[in-house]
């Protein structure tokens, strides 16, 4: 049986429902279901999952900061705080579950902060040294910069090396990560490229895009997906019973 993958979407001011295909292409090559899942569905949160075997949280605009005890920053970009709400709700729930969570860009943000970590709101104005381009100027499928895997992690299967490049788009990224996550991914200037749970079947978030990856035919990306919706399909049909 094929899973139920939730997808959730960007929006654009609050009012305007997108998401790039490549997320709905990646769930498909990796034998999955696309169901895309607007804003401001927090209240039916639990409702929403018992339909769903697994769900991919997407990339997007910034998150408000005072969900993390910060006021905003100079730098902060766009937020979208039905969206924050909806994610949280959405993200805290699959944990709860167990429900098998691949959490991208933004998404991975969102996740630690579910669970009491924090982040930058902008790398380049609150980390005191020298960076990576992480807003890379390519196309993106373009592979910016390398992320090394931690030994043992769900991340190091799928690269199937210690070391591996990714694309890159992003200002903002995770600082303080809390249980039960793990930092499983960096880069070489030492910004958390990846978290994964110690505690769930499979809870990974990454700060690059594997969704235009894998939709290209990248490999890493796409082991990626798959060992999520293998996970997926191990509970397909059964999760809201659990």
């Known amino acids: 049986m094929k899973p139920l993958i939730g997808i959730t979407t960007h929006v654009e001011l609050d009012y305007k429902h997108v998401l790039n295909h490549d997320y709905i292409t990646a ?10 899942i607007p804003i401001d569905t927090e209240n039916d949160a639990d409702r929403i999952l018992d339909a769903l075997d697994g769900l991919v949280v997407s990339g997007g605009g910034d998150i408000d900061p005072t969900l993390f005890g910060e006021e905003p920053h100079p730098k902060l970009g766009e937020i979208s705080p039905g969206r924050d709400a909806s994610e949280l709700a959405l993200i805290k729930g699959a944990l709860e579950r167990d429900m098998p969570l691949l959490t991208i860009c933004r998404g991975l943000q969102v996740m630690v902060i579910a669970e009491g970590g924090d982040m ?25 910069h390398f992320v090394e895997a931690a030994e043992g992690s769900i991340l190091r299967e799928a690269a199937q090396a210690e070391k591996f490049r990714v694309n890159s788009y992003h200002h903002q990224a995770v600082r303080d990560v809390k249980a039960p996550f793990a930092i499983s991914g960096v880069a070489s200037d030492g910004v958390i490229e990846a978290v994964e749970s110690t505690e769930h079947r499979f809870a990974v978030g990454v700060q690059w895009h594997p969704e235009a990856l894998a939709a290209a ?4 990306s796409l082991r990626l997906f798959e060992r999520f919706i293998e996970t997926a399909k191990e509970g397909a049909g059964t999760i809201a019973n659990h």
């Open 27 to 36: 769930v498909q090559r990796a034998g999955g279901i696309p169901m895309l």
């Open 120 to 144: 930058y709101q902008d790398i380049y104005s609150q980390i005191d040294r020298e960076l990576l381009q992480h807003s890379q100027r390519a196309n993106r499928v373009h592979l910016s």
């Open 217 to 220: 035919g990248d490999s890493t």
